[in-house]
């Protein structure tokens, strides 16, 4: 009896153990983009829609699709993520929904990790993003929508400026891009976040920020 107990409970530590070392083994939200994966296996978007994919500020823009009525958006914003993410995840993300145009919002996260990433590694990551988008899918459009300023990260603003200008002077030389600034749209006259545009967490938006957004993305958009 004491054998068979013993044994049951070695049985229970072994599968707690490879539990936590599987658990381990995953990649940063793994588990949402499994959502993703059983939310296309029930209904897949249509083929050469537009599709926005990046960090939370996306995640969370939960009325997109409203926002842009006539246009068909799939919004794969996922987490708190960063470039290295959304890069990993291309091929469960991006490459299976065949869009016909990509809408990028990222770097935010990059920058706030670590001290040790510079604009120029928010930029060499973007251009890794690109390079493999480009690879893959060479006539999709590709917009990039700037880095936004938040209160709770206003000190990063001097790498989120620089980061945003090497982004855009890359897209300037690449045909099939575009820019969306919504970084000074979202400025004081003195150069500091509006706070009004942001929730209690002073990071993420509210509708008055996405209204903002809105505004500026929709020009850029291509018509069904």
Request: charged fraction near 20%; aromatic fraction near 12%.
């Amino acid at each position: 009896m004491k054998k068979t107990i013993l044994s049951i409970a070695v049985c229970v530590c072994l599968l707690h153990v490879t539990t936590l070392i599987q658990a381990q083994q995953q990649p940063p939200f793994w588990n949402e983009i499994a959502a993703f994966k059983k939310q296309d296996s029930a209904h897949f978007p249509p083929k050469q829609a537009i599709l926005f994919v990046g960090s939370s500020s996306f995640r969370m823009w939960s009325t997109v699709q409203d926002d842009f009525p006539g246009y068909k958006i799939i919004n794969r914003g996922f987490g708190g993520s960063a470039f290295p993410d959304v890069t990993r995840y291309s091929g469960d993300i991006i490459f299976p929904y065949q869009p016909k145009q990509i809408v990028i919002y990222c770097g935010d996260n990059d920058l706030a990790a670590s001290d040790t990433v510079s604009a120029g590694t928010v930029f060499s990551r973007f251009v890794q993003l690109f390079s493999i988008i480009r690879k893959k899918m060479p006539d999709v459009h590709i917009v990039f929508v700037s880095i936004k300023p938040s209160p709770s990260r206003q000190m990063l603003m001097p790498k989120m400026e620089k980061a945003n200008a090497l982004i855009r002077k890359f897209l300037q030389d690449n045909p099939r891009t575009a820019f969306a600034d919504v970084y000074h749209a979202m400025l004081t006259p003195r150069g500091e976040p509006v706070k009004e545009l942001f929730l209690a967490d002073n990071l993420h938006m509210n509708a008055k920020g996405y209204a903002i957004w809105k505004k500026i993305i929709q020009p850029f958009l291509l018509k069904p």
